[in-house]
Structures are given as structure tokens and as C-alpha cells.
């Protein structure tokens, strides 16, 4: 809804405002939506977290801190585009229920073992910044690594020339080649493939690990998941049950090893799954990729959160981005989506 890495803020808030206005009529007065920002709209937290600062040493953000806003902040924008409903926003996470933690994930890129952007820039980071010697263990220290990083790539997309989306477009071309699901085989592939593990061995012995050259789909998901128990046990969060996004890979589902989906303390996760089409990781059949669009997790006044899938009745040709070259790589919506989320013209999911 808030994609403030593709392009100048203003036209992501003009874009995601068209939908917030929607969420925050169906909602209404008596509705609440709360905030949990991530890697893709860190920026909504900049003001916030300097007024923080401005007056000495600021307090522990610890897991949940109210974030506010005033005139002028993007948050203020979003906060008006949702009303009547009322808005929140809490960092670095939310409490929803006394035994239901959520959040959004992003910290876990510093601790994944696969060489995505991210995770090769908080590397680096890490190195020039310093952390404590056995890894992050508060926001604080996730902040100090990853916030740079973030402030650098939201600086490149408000300029003219900054071209995140390609990069990241990029980004996904390359994984495809190594992952196999690329179509060809051309001389230039097969050399990238053989190149790989030896420059992940160099990534690991210039301090920059540990990284796997194992870039598969099920890699991805159980790097994803330890990364993400790891950042859980960092924080300290106990809790018996812990939502959260990032990775785009919704669960746990039928078939799943439910031990992936344990935390050190015996909690168990659960992944919202993903909102982005991307065609190289949706497959053929609806609802059969963990990855299809459409995933949510209801939760009630007790019992375990319930992971529901809504789009599974549309198929591709209902989902696929309406036109572009790169489309199914990035976040458009297509004419289904939309009447997904207009209550005049479709009916309840």
C-alpha cells in the first residue's frame, strides 16, 4: 500500500491514498487501523524518531513504542487519508493481544543467510557502525545497522534519476538465473551459476556472513524463518504467538514443517503472506504457491490466529498487472485487486 522505495513520496502517498481512503471508509468512525512500519516505509518514522532524539539520549524504543505525528510528516498524510478511522502507530512492533505479538520482519535481514541487497548492505553496515559482541539484542542495535541503509534508498528514489524499482528489478533477475527458474541456458547464465559459490565464500571470508549460495525456494523460506526466530530471541519477545510479513512467504501452511515455525521459546509464527504479484513466484495454480497474493491472519478475542487466503477463487489472468514490461515484478494492481478492495464493485472476499 506504501511503497516509498520506487519512486518520489509524493506519488507514493497520492498512489497508496487512493486505497487508504477505501480502508478507512469500509472501517469507519467506530474502525482502527494500526501502523507497524517496515523496510519499504521506514521513512514514515524519520521525524518521529528525531524529535526523539533532539532532546538528549531517547528512551528504549523497546518492542512497542507509540509513534506520533504532526503537520507536514507523511504519517500525517497517511493518518487523513484513512479517516474516519481512527489511527495508531507503534514501532517496532505491536502488542494485539496479550499472547499475540506482530511485526513487521524487516530486522531480519540482517541476519539471513542469503545474499539479497539488503542483506549484503547491512553487512557492510554492521562492520562500520559496530554491534554488541553477540549480535543486535534491542532495536536500537537493528536501527543503528539498517536505518543508513534505508535513509540511502529512500534518498535515491525522491531523485529524478533514481531507479530503485530497476535495481531491485534487477535484483530479481539475477535470483531466477541462480535459482534455476530462468528460462535458457545460455553460455552467460551457466557462468553466473558457477561464479556464484565462490563469490559467496568471498562475501563470507571478508566478514560479510554467513551467506549460503543455496538460493532456492525452500532455502529462501528457511532462511527467512531462522532469521526471523533470531531477531525474536534478540528482543526478547516470549510471546506464544508472533505475526509478521517481510518475506512475502505466507504460513505456516498444509505440508509445512511446523518445527521451522517455532521460536526458541516455543512460540509459534505466523507470515501474513504477501500482497505483490510476482509472476516468478506465484506459479500456475491459485493458492497453491505460498507466495500467491491475498493472505491475511484474523484474530479473535482468544484462540490462535488464523491464517485465511482470499484470493484464491482469481487466477493469473485476474491478477496480472494490466501493462508494463517488468509487470508481475512489482506492486501494481490490477482490475481485480482493485475491485478486491472497493466494497462498490465486488462483493465481500
Request: aromatic share 6%; charged share 20%; with cysteine.
Amino acid at each position: 500500500m506504501l511503497e516509498l522505495r520506487h519512486g518520489p513520496l509524493r506519488e507514493a502517498l497520492a498512489t497508496g491514498g487512493e486505497f487508504l481512503a477505501e480502508l478507512g471508509a469500509v472501517l469507519g468512525e467506530g474502525g482502527e487501523v494500526v501502523i507497524v512500519p517496515g523496510n519499504h516505509d521506514h521513512y514514515l518514522l524519520d521525524r518521529w524518531l528525531e524529535r526523539r532524539a533532539h532532546a538528549g539520549p531517547p528512551p528504549p524504543l523497546g518492542l512497542e513504542s507509540p509513534v506520533d505525528w504532526r503537520a507536514g510528516d507523511a504519517l500525517a498524510t497517511v493518518a487523513r487519508s484513512l479517516a474516519p478511522a481512527s489511527v495508531r502507530a507503534a514501532y517496532p512492533g505491536v502488542w494485539l493481544r496479550d499472547d499475540v505479538y506482530a511485526m513487521h520482519g524487516h530486522y531480519s535481514a540482517r541476519h539471513t543467510t542469503i545474499p539479497m541487497f539488503e542483506r549484503l548492505g547491512a553487512g557492510v553496515m554492521a562492520r562500520l557502525v559496530g554491534e554488541p559482541p553477540g549480535g543486535p539484542d534491542r532495536a536500537e542495535d537493528y536501527e543503528r545497522t539498517l536505518a543508513p541503509l534505508y535513509a540511502w534508498i529512500h534518498a535515491v528514489a525522491q531523485s529524478a534519476g533514481g531507479n530503485v524499482a530497476g535495481s531491485q528489478r534487477a535484483s530479481s533477475r539475477a535470483w531466477r538465473a541462480l535459482a534455476g527458474t530462468a528460462g535458457g541456458g545460455s553460455v552467460r547464465r551457466r557462468a553466473v551459476v558457477r561464479a556464484f559459490p565462490a563469490v559467496v565464500a568471498g562475501l563470507n571470508r571478508a566478514g560479510l556472513g554467513p551467506l549460503q549460495s543455496d538460493v532456492s525456494m525452500p532455502a529462501l523460506s528457511r532462511a527467512g524463518l531462522v532469521a526471523t526466530a533470531q531477531v525474536i530471541a534478540s528482543l526478547g519477545v516470549t510471546a506464544p504467538y508472533v505475526i509478521f510479513g517481510h518475506t512475502h512467504r505466507a504460513g505456516p501452511l498444509p505440508g509445512d514443517d511446523e518445527a521451522e515455525w517455532r521460536t526458541a521459546a516455543g512460540g509459534r509464527m505466523i507470515n501474513a503472506g504477501s500482497w505483490v504479484y510476482d509472476r516468478q513466484f506465484v506459479g500456475e495454480v491459485p493458492n497453491q504457491s505460498p507466495y500467491w497474493p491475498g493472505t491475511c491472519v484474523v484474530l479473535g478475542d482468544s484462540g490462535p490466529p488464523e491464517l485465511r487466503r482470499l484470493l484464491g477463487d482469481r487466477g493469473r489472468a485476474d491478477l496480472e498487472p494490466e501493462a508494463g514490461p517488468e509487470a508481475g515484478q512489482d506492486s501494481s494492481r490490477s482490475s481485480s485487486a482493485r475491485a478486491a478492495t472497493n466494497p462498490s464493485t465486488s462483493s465481500p472476499a
